[in-house]
């Protein structure tokens, strides 16, 4: 992450104290340092919580989908495309999954949703620095560009015939997670391959967008596993029709990786902050 500048607390910086060894490490580094009030970092940080300092970072440096397409490769790949998800916590606990199970990148809209900021790098443990985030300005178009690159999509709603279990989350997959309360966009949904639903027997009426995006994630990890492992019923996604890109088995399992009472539907596809 790159650093523009360093606010801290005056007086608190003394020879032996944590602050102000980080503070020496950040000025050997050429971070501008500034010492502030206590009150003026209180107005800088949320609920006051800062420890003495506050960094100004600078603006985080997206990907864009061709990066994405050739950190891919030829072989197994898993792409996650959010359509419009608008909560940044949602974001980054999406982000975080897709990296811990090998994806290869998130693809993201630049106008009504959740961009990278602070609440993305919390909910995302530091995922966000380690796996690239696309912004694109037509998520259809990027759906198409996939497919070209050879593909499926999978979209989430909860109006799927069928369930995760039984849809064909193998191979080279672009799983599309629909927006909180809205699900699925129209173009979206009809650039589509395939949809898939989560099954659901309790009664809580939703999974929020980032806890669903997480259990498909790992279905299409158990299926690479197990192919990788020989087991029997472990297929591969057949290739897009018209595709010049075939599996490569000697390749690994991967080619490259608001809010709590919303109305996200225990599916994919739709959902409030909680998805």
Known sequence: MKLRRAFFQAGLDGPDSTLSQLLGHLKREGIPLEPVSRSRLDAMSSHGTHQGIIVQARPFAYATLLDIIA???????????????????????????????????????????????????????????????AQVANLATAIDRLKEAGFWVCGASEHAAGDLWSAPLEGRLCLVMGSECQGLSRLVRERCDFECSLPQYGRVESLNVAQAATVMCYEWLRRAMAEQRGV??????????GSAV???????????????????????GAGGEDG
Do not use: M, Q, W
């Open 71 to 133: 950190a891919a490769g030829e072989g197994r790949a898993l792409v996650i495309l959010l359509d419009h998800v608008a909560d940044e916590g949602n974001l980054g606990a999406i982000v975080r999954s897709a990296e811990v199970v090998g994806a290869t990148g998130v693809v993201i809209a630049k106008a009504r949703a959740a961009g990278v900021g602070l609440g993305a790098y919390k909910s995302s443990a530091g995922a966000v620095l380690r796996l690239p985030v």
């Open 232 to 241: 029997p019923g472990a297929t591969s996604a057949p290739s897009p029709v």
């Open 246 to 268: 075939a599996e490569d088995p000697a390749r690994g399992l991967v080619s490259g990786s608001p809010d709590s009472d919303g109305c996200f539907t225990a599916v994919a």
